[in-house]
Antibody, heavy 122, light 107 residues
Framework: EVQLVQSGAEVQKSGESLKISCRGS????????IGWVRQMPGKGLEWMGI????????RYNPSFQGQVTISADESFSTAYLQWRSLRASDTGVYYC???????????????WGQGTTVTVSS | DIQMTQSPSSVSASVGDRVTISCRAS??????LAWYQQKPGKAPKLLIS???SLQSGVPSRISGSGSGTHFTLTISSLQPEDFATYYC?????????FGPGTKVHIK
């Protein structure tokens, strides 16, 4: 079964650093782009960025660039989302998302992680 | 960035009703549009890719259409499990962007 399993909920304070993870299984991790999507409490989905494991190709949403770092370790089939200094406004649920590439472009996200809730207190 | 809008933002409907959700892009995106369903506390689920391709396992009462800047998601006969929030998502150009969502709730 193809799945993405994310690390558990986090409660942090403003200014602290954090790295959450997403492990892929049931497929060849380096064959798919993987990205992150934020959902703030009671709000919609925000696309943060995407990475192609093994090729070091990363595309950030400018709204998030400089605020987070997306990375991956192919040897562990794991993607990461990292903050150097959290803010209260980073509170939300973060989903990892496997993007499907077809001839001509991307067709969508076919597999989602279960979500990691990040709570940042000031 | 390509801006995505959806209408209506919410719709009240009954089981058996036909529901249509509109999604518009701020510039042409070809057919690079996906639709997702999200239920409270759950991850989104892919329903439609490339504007009209129904994903495996998604019931045929759900369909998508459109190209360019205007897209539509239709549920032909609403079922109890369809009450949820629906998002469109353009994958034409970076940064990919989502619509604000349409909540379908029980009348």
């Amino acid at each position: 079964e193809v799945q993405l399993v994310q690390s558990g909920a986090e409660v942090q304070k403003s200014g602290e650093s954090l790295k959450i993870s997403c492990r892929g299984s049931g497929y060849t991790f380096t064959n798919y782009w993987i990205g992150w999507v934020r959902q703030m409490p009671g709000k919609g989905l925000e696309w943060m960025g995407i990475l192609y494991p093994g090729h070091s190709d990363i595309r950030y949403n400018p709204s998030f660039q400089g605020q987070v770092t997306i990375s991956a370790d192919e040897s562990f089939s794991t993607a990461y989302l990292q903050w150097r200094s959290l803010r209260a406004s980073d509170t939300g649920v973060y989903y990892c998302a496997r993007h499907v590439m077809v001839p001509g472009g991307f067709s969508g996200v076919d597999v989602w992680g279960q979500g990691t809730t990040v709570t940042v207190s000031s | 960035d390509i801006q995505m809008t959806q209408s209506p933002s919410s719709v009240s409907a009954s089981v058996g009703d036909r529901v249509t959700i509109s999604c518009r892009a701020s510039r042409a995106i070809g057919s690079w549009l996906a639709w997702y369903q999200q239920k409270p506390g759950k991850a989104p689920k892919l329903l439609i890719s490339t504007a009209s391709s129904l994903q495996s396992g998604v019931p045929s009462r759900i369909s998508g259409s459109g190209s360019g800047t205007h897209f539509t998601l239709t549920i032909s006969s609403l079922q109890p499990e369809d009450f949820a929030t629906y998002y469109c998502h353009q994958t034409n150009s970076f940064p990919f962007t989502f619509g604000p969502g349409t909540k379908v709730h029980i009348k």
